[in-house]
């Protein structure tokens, strides 16, 4: 899924191309992806994009009139952008790592068009259009600003509940665009562990970890804005997996600190990357699927 790095980088390019710009007209290929009929999407049709902003990991266009176009990537959505050529074909569906991306739905600008893809058959992307800031605010999941967040103001939405670093870092009525990807490097920048517990953190741990938030995430903000200068994310290029990460999706390959391999732990559809000995004191965390199956012969330390 998307997270604030790369909301960030969608909201720069779209800025630079439909920011003041009339939206001409709206397609909806797939009935799925909008999830409103009040007001209508035809409403914004001819009107102009006024700003665009965040709200969690969601991207904002606001026209005049106090409309608001609300578009949640999930997992597997993507933006895509076609220059205005005159005579210029439609794109079609192409395949993405062995899947079909799809075409939901898109804008059209004097500028260019704006396509919403979903490389899934899931259909978890989707788009609402609200009037009016109270409808705007029902969309906000309600997590703090993690750029610009005090120390004391983390330290309190940390130890409010009593959850694993992991849950409370990408949990977005906590903290605002922190997803899978990132929690992990966060946690590896501050050297602690994806499960120990919020509430038993020592205030140095605290201090720790907020510095890794912002320290991380301005740093990958950086890093994309650099890569995406002067143009829009191809397909493929807003992935959760970089090269450059520290852990996250690099299971059993080095460590960049101390050239252990990176450990994982596999729920579901998801998996947690961490540094055994940077992180959690040369132990390995247990594993739902291995670690039961193992039972007494699972590993308890990377020495083993």
């Known amino acids: 899924m998307p997270e604030l790095?790369?909301?960030?980088?969608?909201?720069?390019?779209?800025?630079?191309?439909?920011?003041?710009?009339?939206?001409?007209?709206?397609?909806?290929?797939?009935?799925?992806?909008?999830?409103?009929?009040?007001?209508?999407?035809?409403?914004?049709?001819?009107?102009?994009?006024?700003?665009?902003?965040r709200l969690g990991k969601r991207i904002v266009l606001s026209f005049d009139n106090?409309?608001?176009?609300?578009?949640?990537?999930?997992?597997?959505?993507?933006?895509?952008?076609?220059?205005?050529?005159?005579?210029?074909?439609?794109?079609?569906?192409?395949?993405?790592?062995?899947?079909?991306?799809?075409?939901?739905?898109?804008?059209?600008?004097?500028?260019?068009?704006?396509?919403?893809?979903?490389?899934?058959?899931?259909?978890?992307?989707?788009m609402h259009v609200v009037r009016g800031a109270e409808a705007l605010k029902a969309h906000d999941p309600g997590g703090i600003d993690v750029l610009h967040m005090s120390q004391a103001a983390f330290a309190a939405a940390l130890r409010r509940e009593n959850h694993t670093l992991k849950r409370v870092l990408t949990d977005p009525h906590v903290f605002s665009g922190i997803g899978n990807a990132y929690s992990d490097e966060i946690l590896h920048a501050a050297r602690l562990s994806p499960l120990t517990l919020s509430q038993k953190l020592t205030d140095d741990e605290v201090l720790r970890l907020h510095e890794a938030v912002q320290a991380t995430l301005k740093h990958w903000i950086v890093r994309l804005r650099e890569q995406f200068a002067g143009r829009f994310p191809g397909p493929g290029e807003i992935t959760a997996f970089r090269p450059d990460f520290a852990v996250h999706g690099r299971f059993g390959k080095p460590?960049?600190?101390?050239?252990?391999?990176v450990q994982r732990i596999r729920y579901a559809d998801n998996e947690t990357n961490y540094c055994a000995i940077c992180q959690t004191r040369g132990r390995r965390l247990a594993d739902r699927s291995m670690s039961r199956l193992l039972k007494e012969d699972w590993p308890r330390d990377v020495g083993e």
């Open 5 to 53: 790095p790369d909301i960030v980088t969608y909201l720069d390019a779209l800025a630079a191309r439909v920011r003041g710009r009339v939206l001409l007209s709206v397609r909806i290929v797939s009935p799925f992806v909008l999830r409103t009929f009040d007001p209508p999407i035809e409403e914004l049709e001819g009107r102009t994009v006024a700003f665009l902003s």
């Open 66 to 126: 106090d409309l608001h176009l609300v578009i949640h990537l999930m997992i597997a959505g993507r933006l895509r952008w076609q220059d205005a050529e005159p005579g210029a074909a439609k794109p079609r569906a192409t395949v993405a790592r062995g899947r079909m991306k799809i075409e939901l739905a898109s804008l059209q600008f004097d500028t260019g068009r704006m396509m919403l893809t979903e490389a899934s058959d899931k259909k978890r992307a989707s």
């Open 255 to 261: 460590c960049p600190v101390c050239g252990k391999k």
